[in-house]
C-alpha cells in the first residue's frame, strides 16, 4: 500500500467561495509532462545508471513483463474507494459495477470524526506518472469543498494496487449535519481522466 504524499491541495467554503473551475488540471507554470513512453523504452533507458536502474525496479516491483491483460483495455482502471475511520469497518465502494446507482446510496459519518480514502486501482501495460485524485463536495447543489491528492506514478502489476490520502476530519454542528455529494475523478499528469463518479453520505450526530 502506498502512503500518501506531500502535495494535498484542499479548500473549503470556510476559506471563502469555493468556485466551479476545474483547477485540478491546471499545472505548475512553464511544466509540461514528460513524453510518454513505453515500458520496454522506460526499462532499457539509461541502463548504465545503476540508481535510475533501482528506482525503475522499485517502481515496477520486479515486474518488467506485461501483466497478461488484454492488451486492449485501459492501462488504469479504478477499481473501488474505501472509508476507512479508525474503530470502524471500512465502507467499500465498487467502482466496477454501475456507477449510476452510488449516488443514491450514501452511509452515514458522525460529525467530527477522522476519516482517510483508500483507492484501489489497477495498471494494465504502461508506467503511469503523476497519478492525481480529486473530488469536489456539493451539498444542496453548492459546492462546500474540494480536494486535490497527488497520488504518485506507478508501474504494471496483476494485483490490484492501492494508496491511502491524508487524514481529513468531518464537519460538526448542527449547521453542518445533512446529505452531502461527492464527484470524484481519477486524473494522471497528461489530464488524462479514467474514471470519474459520484458517491454520498450524511453527516450525523452519531455513526447510527
Do not use: C
Not at 178 to 205: H, N, P, Q, T, V
Request: no cysteine.
Amino acid at each position: 500500500m502506498e502512503e500518501a504524499q506531500d502535495e494535498v491541495q484542499h479548500e473549503s467554503a470556510a476559506d471563502g467561495d469555493v468556485e466551479d473551475n476545474d483547477d485540478h488540471h491546471q499545472t505548475t507554470s512553464g511544466y509540461s509532462p514528460p513524453a510518454e513512453k513505453s515500458l520496454s523504452d522506460i526499462i532499457a533507458l539509461d541502463a548504465e545508471d545503476e540508481s535510475l536502474v533501482r528506482y525503475k525496479q522499485t517502481l515496477l516491483g520486479g515486474n518488467a513483463q506485461p501483466t497478461g491483460v488484454d492488451p486492449s483495455s485501459p492501462n488504469v482502471v479504478v477499481t473501488y474507494l474505501a472509508f476507512v475511520a479508525e474503530g470502524r469497518d471500512d465502507v467499500m465502494i465498487d467502482l466496477t459495477g454501475d456507477l449510476a446507482t452510488l449516488k443514491h446510496n450514501e452511509f452515514v459519518i458522525k460529525e467530527g470524526a477522522e476519516y482517510r480514502l483508500r483507492i484501489g486501482f489497477r495498471v494494465n501495460h504502461e508506467i503511469v506518472a503523476g497519478l492525481r485524485y480529486y473530488h469536489s463536495v456539493h451539498r444542496k447543489s453548492i459546492k462546500v469543498d474540494k480536494t486535490s491528492v497527488m497520488v504518485g506514478s506507478y508501474g504494471p502489476k496483476a494485483e490490484v494496487q492501492s494508496f491511502l490520502t491524508p487524514v481529513e476530519e468531518a464537519p460538526s454542528g448542527m449547521m453542518a449535519r445533512g446529505s452531502y455529494k461527492i464527484k470524484s475523478k481519477f486524473i494522471d499528469d497528461d489530464k488524462r481522466s479514467y474514471l470519474e463518479w459520484e458517491w454520498g453520505f450524511a453527516i450525523k450526530k452519531d455513526w447510527a
